[in-house]
T-cell receptor, first 111, second 112 residues
Framework: TQLLEQSPQFLSIQEGENLTVYCNSS?????LQWYRQEPGEGPVLLVT?????EVKKLKRLTFQFGDARKDSSLHITAAQPGDTGLYLC???????????FGKGTSLLVTP | KAGVTQTPRYLIKTRGQQVTLSCSPI?????VSWYQQTPGQGLQFLFE???????NKGNFPGRFSGRQFSNSRSEMNVSTLELGDSALYLC???????????FGSGTRLTVV
């Protein structure tokens, strides 16, 4: 099983602050996905990165895929209370048709 | 378009009973996969179906089973429920099972 480790596990910040969440593995992935999950709901796909070194921006969110395709990061600029949620990274499973998820970073943004 | 629909949303069962959960994928999606989410283990892959065939299975005991119908709807069944089966069960659909997963809101199963 290809393990994905996310850090930090918990993050509590005030509105307007910047933050970075990390997703690391010793395995190479052909792609990595980031999801956000709100309480009582399923994860919602934010982005998929497929090329080593790739950077994708989604409004105030910036996603990076490591050159070696083993790690990724999510940077949020000027966090807002609406960003609160569980952020999950997921890599394609080595046996196909499955995702390996990290345990997530729980983010709380207070006004 | 309609999203992924999971029923029921909440379920309370007693140890030893069995349960069946249902998932209706997005129209046109032929791949349906199931995940178990717990606070301790996070999201863990159960199995994936495409055109009524199971293509991949996670590391769960045989008490966990599933199937897919010709209209791509899927069910999963857990027999002889244990307290540790309490979890949020999530279904995800995609066109081909490689990418573009859309998750349902899940079924919260509590075993007492």
């Amino acid at each position: 099983t290809q393990l994905l480790e996310q850090s930090p596990q918990f993050l509590s910040i005030q509105e307007g602050e910047n933050l970075t969440v990390y997703c690391n593995s010793s395995s190479v992935f052909s792609s990595l996905q980031w999801y956000r999950q709100e309480p009582g709901e399923g994860p919602v796909l934010l982005v998929t990165v497929v090329t080593g070194g790739e950077v994708k921006k989604l409004k105030r969110l910036t996603f990076q895929f490591g050159d070696a395709r083993k790690d990724s990061s999510l940077h949020i600029t000027a966090a807002q209370p609406g960003d609160t949620g569980l952020y999950l990274c997921a890599g394609d499973g080595n046996s196909g048709y499955a995702l390996n998820f990290g345990k997530g970073t729980s983010l709380l943004v207070t006004p | 378009k309609a999203g992924v629909t999971q029923t029921p949303r909440y379920l309370i069962k007693t140890r030893g009973q069995q349960v069946t959960l249902s998932c209706s994928p997005i129209s046109g999606h032929r791949s349906v996969s199931w995940y178990q989410q717990t606070p301790g283990q996070g999201l863990q892959f159960l199995f994936e179906y495409f055109s009524e065939t199971q293509r991949n299975k996670g590391n769960f005991p045989g008490r966990f089973s599933g199937r897919q119908f010709s209209n791509s709807r899927s069910e999963m069944n857990v027999s002889t429920l244990e307290l540790g089966d309490s979890a949020l069960y999530l279904c995800a659909s995609s066109l081909d099972g490689f990418s573009g997963y859309t998750f349902g809101s899940g079924t919260r199963l509590t075993v007492v």
